[in-house]
């Protein structure tokens, strides 16, 4: 019998993690669409910069943000009013700046809105910070990932096109965004009470993945 919530797998954690990869494999494997709200708040950060807004002018702000659309391709290219931003949205300078931009109310509840009904019409994998603490409390699977400090930074510098980057600056980055992100006022970063906590620090992602999957896996339905 569906019940509420069952049409929901939400996966949480800090940057660097790897949410983003695993919430799209299990999604892959359940036969769900992918969230990814990081995304969407990189893509507001992306129109913030390009506008030159100033984040702490709320009205600016409000008239930026009600002129905006961000949507996802069945692929998972994330578009912005209409165009393909997936490969501008990935730099450091835009990333830091969703995070200082998920502090603002406005930008959240605009963004959650969105989320939320999203999540009333389809069945997905939502990742991001606080998917199960916040924007889908009712989700009947929830998932904490974690790792070290260190271990997250090795991964996301891995992970960069940039070569210039040390990985000290890498490791310093994340801890500013640790802080910021578990000391918010609006939602910090932490688990749900009832979320499945994984320790991703000396796990492969296809472990991480194959872990999820199989507590997830009895989900029978799919868009019933």
Known sequence: ???????????????????????????DLLGFSCLDTGAMYRAVALKVSEAEV??????SLS???SGTMVEFSPEGLVFLDGRNVSKLIRTEKISSLSSELAELAEVREFLI????????????VAEGRDMG???FPGA???????????????RRFLQSKRGDIPLSDVEDELRRR????????????????????????????????AAIFLRTKDISFRGD
Do not use: C, H, W
């Open 113 to 124: 809105g969105i989320q939320r009904k999203i999540g009333e019409g389809e069945n997905i």
């Open 140 to 154: 009947r699977y929830k998932f904490y990932l974690d790792a070290t400090v260190a271990e997250r930074a090795k």
């Open 133 to 135: 603490t916040y924007v």
């Open 178 to 209: 640790d802080r910021r992100d578990t000391l918010r006022a609006e939602n910090p970063l932490r688990p749900a009470q009832d979320a499945v906590v994984i320790d991703t620090t000396r796990m492969s992602a296809e472990d991480v993945i």
């Open 63 to 65: 008239r930026l943000l």
């Open 1 to 27: 019998m569906k019940r509420d919530g069952d049409n929901i797998v939400t996966i949480d954690g800090p940057s660097g993690v790897g949410k983003s990869t695993v919430a799209r494999r299990v999604a």
């Open 54 to 59: 100033d984040p702490n002018d709320p009205a």
